[in-house]
T-cell receptor, first 113, second 115 residues
Framework: AQSVTQPDIHITVSEGASLELRCNYSYGATPYLFWYVQSPGQGLQLLLK??????LVQGIKGFEAEFKRSQSSFNLRKPSVHWSDAAEYFC???????????FGPGTRLSVLP | GAVVSQHPSRVICKSGTSVKIECRSLDFQATTMFWYRQFPKQSLMLMAT?????????EQGVEKDKFLINHASLTLSTLTVTSAHPEDSSFYIC???????????FGAGSRLTVL
């Protein structure tokens, strides 16, 4: 069965510092991988996705993620965090867009001024 | 871009009443819609998958008689929480997709509070 783990429940970084959020998945085939962000009381916004091709994926708001098949990882990075990036981040895996996703438990990001 | 609208965004009801939440795809036809439930500070848990014109497929442990899902058209799916109780209070999120079109969009969610 497919699963997603996000080892860090809560991360705190200073504004301007770099960020890496970890995501590991278990899936029988090549997965579709996604990162979503959720602000308090809001729905999900897609940051980026990986289907195939270049393993370094660029997303919105300056985020990027790298797919590493050998490590079953899809870590999210940002070189310089802004206070507005404070939110909950979810990694998700799916067979394709037409199937349901399995979401990771989420990582809450706090940003210090 | 593809937009999914959920309504209402917040609803408060008394215990024992039923509440309907709508999920609409505004600019595309959604052949499949998914309903998720999210408890505070937790991840999203899939409740059911609904395909237009057919019965919803519920995940294990989800009471189909309590959470009624209807997907009568390609742009609308509804989730009705019947005889709601305080433990049904949660954040409910829908997503919609058009098969083969690589489009999957989430709604903004609906927060249900049962008193």
């Amino acid at each position: 069965a497919q699963s997603v783990t996000q080892p860090d429940i809560h991360i705190t970084v200073s504004e301007g510092a770099s960020l890496e959020l970890r995501c590991n998945y278990s899936y029988g085939a090549t997965p579709y991988l996604f990162w979503y962000v959720q602000s308090p009381g809001q729905g999900l916004q897609l940051l980026l996705k990986y289907f195939s091709g270049d393993t370094l994926v660029q997303g919105i708001k300056g985020f990027e993620a790298e797919f590493k098949r050998s490590q079953s990882s899809f870590n999210l990075r940002k070189p310089s965090v802004h206070w507005s990036d404070a939110a909950e981040y979810f990694c998700a895996v799916g067979a394709d867009y037409g199937q349901n996703f399995v979401f990771g438990p989420g990582t809450r990001l706090s940003v210090l001024p | 871009g593809a937009v999914v609208s959920q309504h209402p965004s917040r609803v408060i009801c008394k215990s024992g009443t039923s509440v309907k939440i709508e999920c609409r795809s505004l600019d595309f036809q959604a052949t499949t819609m998914f309903w998720y439930r999210q408890f505070p500070k937790q991840s999203l848990m899939l409740m059911a998958t609904s395909n237009e014109g057919s019965k919803a497929t519920y995940e294990q442990g989800v009471e189909k008689d309590k959470f009624l899902i209807n997907h009568a058209s390609l742009t609308l799916s509804t989730l009705t929480v019947t005889s709601a109780h305080p433990e049904d209070s949660s954040f409910y999120i829908c997503s919609a997709t058009l098969t083969g079109a690589n489009v999957l969009t989430f709604g903004a969610g609906s927060r249900l509070t049962v008193l």
